[in-house]
């Protein structure tokens, strides 16, 4: 399912998304901010694609 309008998409996570999700994640100034953080590509992929 997919929502999408002029200002916003909604969708499933995809494995084009990792890279940036980690880089963002794995930022010093936002970790204190997040539950989910300081993971590897490997492990972020694990948890959000099941895999």
């Not at 998304?17 to 100034?29: G, Q």
């Amino acid at each position: 399912m997919e929502i999408n309008t002029q200002r916003c998409l909604i969708r499933r996570f995809q494995e084009s998304d990792l890279a940036s999700f980690t880089a963002y994640h794995n930022d010093l100034e936002w970790m204190r901010y997040q539950g989910l953080k300081g993971l590897t590509k490997q492990a972020y992929a694990a948890i959000l694609l099941g895999g």
